[in-house]
């Protein structure tokens, strides 16, 4: 009887982290069909389009690798662009290891190679407020966005002859939308209200600061380490 309860806890997490993802998936849907249009626009077939998005799974890697594509950039450019621009995810995943310490080398594989920016934000919440991130929430929400993910960048390169002009419909505005939310939301549930504004302000300043003198993706980066920094103050 024991085993059954704890099965059916294990499920009923997975589904709590599916539908806690939910929001999110429109994001993904129209980022997803944007990334297929414009991918499809730059030479690559709709099963290259879908490869890139099994295989390297991040959405400003792919607008990016798909220019770059189109430049007729090198391989080892458009690899080390890739690179760099997923570096963060270095830091995303410091910073929810200490919940998955007791986790095996496998699991804590799966949950790193499926961390998104977007399923980031949603565990930086869940930790917020619970204090914990159980491992099939966290799958839950990362197999919902994965999923969605790749068949959103399906459809738009399917569709991609029919759009002619993404910016039009806003599709552009998508990603930093989302990002803008769930920015709100990690807020909105964070009990110290004072020093999430206080690191929300300062790495904007430093973001801004840093971009004038090097390049965007670098500036992120020094952003968000110094925005780490000063939050564990």
């Not at 080390?80 to 995303?92: A, D, E, G, I």
């Not at 804590?108 to 499926?114: C, Q």
């Not at 565990?123 to 959103?152: C, H, P, Q, R, V």
């Not at 910016?167 to 803008?180: E, R, T, V």
């Amino acid at each position: 009887m024991a085993e059954q309860d704890t099965t059916y806890s294990n499920k009923n997490s997975f589904i709590s982290g599916a539908i806690d993802c939910i929001p999110t998936l429109f994001g993904y849907l129209s980022i997803g069909f944007a990334c297929g249009v414009v991918s499809k626009s730059c030479g690559m077939t709709i099963l290259e389009t879908v490869a890139m998005s099994t295989f390297i799974y991040a959405g400003s890697s792919q607008f990016a690798a798909a220019g770059m594509i189109l430049s007729s950039a090198s391989v080892p450019g458009v690899v080390l662009t890739v690179f760099l621009v997923n570096l963060r995810h270095l830091l995303m995943s410091a910073s929810i290891v200490p919940y998955f310490s007791k986790n095996s080398l496998f699991k804590n594989f799966t949950v790193g190679a499926l961390l998104t920016d977007e399923t980031f934000a949603l565990a930086s919440s869940k930790a917020n407020s619970e204090d914990k991130i159980d491992y099939k929430w966290m799958m839950g929400i990362n197999l919902t966005a994965y999923i969605n993910w790749i068949f959103a960048t399906f459809i738009g390169a399917c569709f991609s002859s029919l759009i002619y002009d993404y910016k039009k419909f806003g599709l552009d505005f998508a990603l930093p939308a989302m990002f803008i939310g769930l920015l709100i939301s990690s807020v909105k549930e964070n009990s110290n209200l004072r020093r999430s504004c206080v690191i929300i302000i300062s790495s904007a300043v430093i973001l801004i600061i840093s971009i004038k003198f090097l390049s965007a993706n670098t500036g992120i980066m020094i952003a968000a380490i110094l925005g780490v920094i000063i939050g564990g103050e």
